[in-house]
């Protein structure tokens, strides 16, 4: 059933509204991290032109002409290393059109669900980001002690880590975060098989710029196959009851 999904979110990669999500994702990475650089090197070359500096180095032609070029291959090294970081955490933006998406092809049946507010995307991005990074971080530590296990525990962590981000994003668009909660501890293990589906992929280059559209899209299948489960419907009920 999670590679049901999973093929089901690829499927429809033909929808224009992955690929402008994709493309909007991109264009902005692209932006940010271009206007990021030119930023770094104007704020250098006003330092060097400060009186200070200029009588302490006194002619720093040369180094301003060195520093222009070190920030174009700085530009390209801070690319590779932050545009799938970054790009996944802008693409999050724009996850709620992927969800919808999905929902009017397979589960035409809901109701029209409102968009959630621009504050609440960011910060959800922000906290994606963060994740992504720290769960790199650690990964990479763990790479430099046991170089053998390294590639299971990045699985493993990245896996668990976005199972959670991605599932709590489609639950929480149509349940309450406690039950949203519930949910995800009940079917930990399926929902963490799924999110490795999705931190494989991670360790191929440019591959991992697909990886939020389709984390995205296979968490909707799942929490629509799992929340309608005989047992998560009876347990939804018990709970709408004694909210009453």
Not at 37 to 43: A, N, Q, Y
Not at 137 to 150: H, R, T, V
Not at 168 to 177: D, I, N, T, V
Request: aromatic share 10%; proline share 5%; charged share 15%.
């Amino acid at each position: 059933m999670i590679v049901s999904d999973f093929l089901k979110s690829i499927a429809q990669f033909d929808d224009p509204r992955f690929r402008r999500v994709l493309w909007r994702g991109l264009g902005l990475t692209i932006v940010l991290l271009v206007a990021a650089c030119l930023l770094v090197i104007f704020g250098v070359n006003q330092l060097l032109s400060s009186p200070l500096v200029a009588g302490l180095i006194g002619d720093q032609t040369w180094l301003g002409t060195l520093i222009n070029i070190g920030g174009v291959l700085f530009t390209i090294a801070l690319s590779i290393w932050l545009m799938v970081p970054v790009a996944s955490a802008i693409i999050a933006l724009f996850l709620d059109e992927v969800a919808r998406a999905v929902e009017e092809r397979h589960y035409p049946h809901l109701p029209h669900q409102t968009a959630p507010k621009l504050t609440d995307q960011i910060l959800v991005s922000i906290k994606f980001l963060g994740i992504l990074i720290l769960a790199n971080i650690g990964a990479l530590i763990i790479s430099l002690i046991s170089p053998l296990l390294a590639p299971f525990v990045f699985w493993a962590t990245n896996g668990y880590l976005m199972g959670r981000e991605y599932f709590h994003m489609a639950a929480m668009r149509r349940l309450p975060r406690a039950q949203a909660q519930a949910l995800f501890q009940r079917h930990l293990g399926s929902i963490w098989i799924a999110g490795i589906l999705m931190a494989i992929p991670l360790t191929i280059p440019l591959v991992g710029l697909f990886i939020p559209i389709l984390g995205a899209a296979t968490f909707t299948h799942q929490f629509e196959r799992l929340r309608a489960l005989p047992s998560d419907q009876t347990n939804q009920c018990h709970e709408q009851k004694s909210h009453r």
